[in-house]
């Protein structure tokens, strides 16, 4: 869960899978100063809407990740050769 | 009655004045040690002559003082010389472009000798000592073997070995060895990439990561830099999930490009400006953003992202323009653009950039 209202230092990887969790199929990522881009896009989860995803997707992100030599626990990796 | 001896309480306090001094009367073991101070003497009267050699040490130039005009100008030549084993002579056809203290090179460029490139006999350091007459001089060091018409490197000035290893930059070559080249280098890991992932593809010209959103990724540099002229950058960014393009950024913005850790972000430099070129299609934007050297905003909204399209950045005499795919063409800066920009990529995955054209614009651009 994130409670200092920053996603500094979470994987960007872990965020765009809450993210799609919470059905945004669009980008995200994480700004220096830790807060979210949304790239200037309207109706996008709010972070408590993402907090609320990230357990979620780290557990998703963790058991792919596990299963791979590359260990990319991201959302949609093409399968490894 | 004659005077036959006058003591020295016989004469006054300043009686002996330096009319009464005979010419050259005074010898220097009449001079107490330290008792010509500095302001005895004359500004100006200390010439060339008077220092001995080497006289003048390191500790007696203040910081800064060796000016551009105190270092000789370079020189580079090559000669056929001919060498005598355990010799310092050497004769070659004409020594009247030699100079003392030129160093002396294989003409292979190594300072090492190795016997494939009759590289055997000049020793590392060597240099010219003296220069005898119109063809011949003497190295400061015996020939280590012989040859006749060895091709001999001499030069001088700020010479090879004054220039420590890996010191000189991108931006103190030449202009033409600092030209852009369609050509990802200095491939830098993103967001866990490793040995895993092949990430520069085509020959080195595109770099891709489709590893999952927001996954493993690369970040790589455009060989070169646009120079302050006229220049074409083409490239093709990818159409997915995360954001392809390129960053566009003043070199003088940074303080050593070589730098391994330089700032691969978003080239956002307080005083410095700099562009981003954004393509996806999750968001399905074809964007231009622009730093001023002190805030990002949106400088083009181009439309709906591209897929598969050529881009391109470009300058004209101090004119920067942008198009993307078949939108039309943008102007980025009006006038006085004379930035040499540095070019990397986003590096969002999944995403691509594929270099089409790289090239600075040496009889201009159009």
Known sequence: ??????????????????????????????NMDGTLNWWGETGHPTDSEIDAKLSAAQDAHDIQASKREDGNGALGAPDEE | MAIDTLGANALASNSVTTAKIANDAVTGAKIPADAVVAADIADGSITTAKLADDAVTGAKIGTGEVKTDNIENSTSLHLDCTFTNADATVTTASTSNLAVGMEMHHSHGSTTTDADHNGSIIRAGSRILSITNSTTFEMTQNAAGA??????????????????????????????????????????????????????????????????????????????????????????????????????????????????????GSGQNAGFQSWGFYNNSSNNIAHIYHWDGSANNLDHNMGTGTNGNTWRVWRVNGVLYAKAG?????????????????????????????????????????
């Open chain 2, 147 to 264: 040859g006749t018409d060895v091709l001999t490197h001499f030069t001088s000035g700020v010479t090879k070995s004054k220039i420590a290893n890996s010191s000189v930059s991108l931006i103190k070559k030449a202009d033409n060895d600092q030209a852009l080249e369609p050509l990802w280098t200095r491939l830098v890991y993103n967001a866990g990439a490793n040995y895993t992932h092949q990430l520069i593809t085509t020959q080195g010209t595109k770099i891709e990561y489709a590893n999952g959103n927001n996954g493993p990724s690369g970040i790589a540099r455009v060989k070169g830099t646009t120079g302050h002229g006229d220049f074409i950058f083409m490239y093709k960014p990818g159409y997915s999930w995360g954001y392809s393009g390129i960053y566009l950024a003043d070199v003088a913005g940074y303080v050593d490009l070589d730098n391994p850790a330089w700032m691969y």
């Open chain 2, 326 to 366: 078949g939108y039309s063409n943008v102007t980025l800066q009006a006038s006085n653009s004379r930035q040499d920009f540095v070019i990397w990529n986003q590096s969002q995955s999944p995403g691509s950039c594929e270099i089409l054209q790289a090239s600075r614009m040496p009889a201009g651009g159009a």
């Open chain 1, 1 to 30: 869960m994130n409670t200092m209202g920053t996603y500094k230092g979470k994987s960007p990887a872990v965020v765009a899978r809450a993210a799609d969790l919470c059905g945004w199929k669009k980008n995200v990522s994480i």
